[in-house]
């Protein structure tokens, strides 16, 4: 049977620090027949990406905000329930932007669209690994970074969704790794499963690097900013390169997204480059990026770890708690029973699913 009602959260007020419980709100509104071209998708899984807390700013930066009283943007998969689009069959799974809600009018529109998952993928892992973590990964350690077996490479956050496989994407290239992560349990996740160092941010950091990295890191994949950046700075080898992915200890609030280090001249001294990035830039580089995602997991060369919690209602606390550091990996959101048995919150020492590899 056709569903005739959507459930979805749709901005109500911008916050200016942490996300409230009313930030957002619940709407339902009655689902149209479909045009042709359309086809109506059962949204199973969302994915939480810090980068989401500054579509809520007023202020666009790489992409427009979202508007109050808008459905939240947000990736998601789901299963076609109903279509008028020969592209999109029923019963297809299909990954895209789907926003927070239990219904999705989709057209196929190429790569930004809503798109079939590719044949043995598990739909969820086109939020992960195949998905915005593994692109930006991929892009910022092969294309910012161009890291090679001569690196020496700081991660930060590296028990995050991005910073954990790209430290193992460095790592596959022959670099030596260290990374940063907020606890003992994310520091053990790092070294035992995603298979590089690791030390914890509240420690002595810059001790770290320094008996790690004797004569400096030559590369650095960013996803802090704030005190971790200025670490950074300071134990730069001559020639480093700083690729700039993101700085959740800013909050990403409406005040701002952190301050500009108070050390930069480092990049002067040392001769470095620091980079900015966003992976959606890099569009010719999929293809290349694909192929070898798939070829690390098919070979059980790539781990990552998938933080699940349930229900629709749940998506607002979960995309919070990315900055009070309570997530291990890929943060998913599971919103109704279509999206059928998924894992659960993983342990330190867990190894997630490995078994999704696309056909590109």
């Not at 798109?115 to 915005?132: A, E, I, K, Y």
């Not at 919103?335 to 590899?357: F, N």
């Amino acid at each position: 049977m056709v569903p005739t009602r959507n459930r979805r959260l749709v901005l109500r007020r911008r916050p200016t620090g942490r996300i409230a419980p009313d930030t957002f709100g619940v709407e339902t509104e009655p689902i149209g027949p479909l045009a042709d071209g359309e086809a109506l998708v059962e949204v199973a899984w969302l994915g939480i990406d810090a980068t989401q807390r500054t579509w809520l700013n007023p202020t666009s930066t790489y992409i427009d905000s979202v508007g109050v009283g808008e459905v939240m943007r947000g990736a998601g998969v789901g299963r076609v329930v109903a279509s008028r689009d020969p592209a999109l069959a029923e019963g297809q799974w299909v990954y895209g932007t789907l926003g927070w809600q239990e219904y999705a009018v989709a057209r196929g529109e190429g790569l930004f669209g809503v798109n079939p998952v590719p044949p043995g993928v598990d739909p969820r892992h086109m939020l992960s690994v195949f998905g915005v973590s593994g692109l930006t990964a991929y892009i910022g350690i092969e294309r910012v970074l161009r890291v090679t077996e001569d690196d020496v490479v700081l991660v930060t956050a590296a028990a995050g969704s991005v910073g954990s496989l790209a430290g193992q994407i460095a790592t596959l290239r022959g670099a030596r790794v260290i990374g940063t992560a907020g606890s003992a349990s994310k520091v053990d996740w790092v070294r035992d499963v995603a298979g590089f160092d690791c030390v914890d941010y509240h420690d002595d950091v810059g001790k770290a690097l320094g008996a790690f990295a004797s004569d400096g890191v030559t590369a650095v994949f960013d996803n802090v900013g704030g005190p971790l950046l200025e670490t950074a700075l300071d134990h730069l080898a001559l020639h480093a390169r700083i690729a700039l992915c993101g700085s959740v200890s800013s909050g990403y609030t409406a005040s701002g997204y952190g301050r500009g280090p108070a050390n930069y001249m480092q990049l002067a001294f040392r001769r470095a480059r620091m980079e900015g990035f966003i992976f959606l830039d890099h569009v010719a580089d999929f293809p290349a990026a694909f192929g070898d995602l798939a070829g690390w997991v098919g070979a059980g060369r790539l781990r990552w770890a998938e933080d699940v919690v349930d229900g629709l209602d749940a998506a607002p606390a979960a995309l919070q708690g990315l900055f009070d550091g309570t997530n291990l990996g890929k943060r998913l959101v599971r919103v109704g029973a279509g999206a059928g048995p998924g894992p659960l919150r993983r342990t330190s020492r867990d190894v997630p699913h490995q078994d999704a590899v696309p056909r590109v």
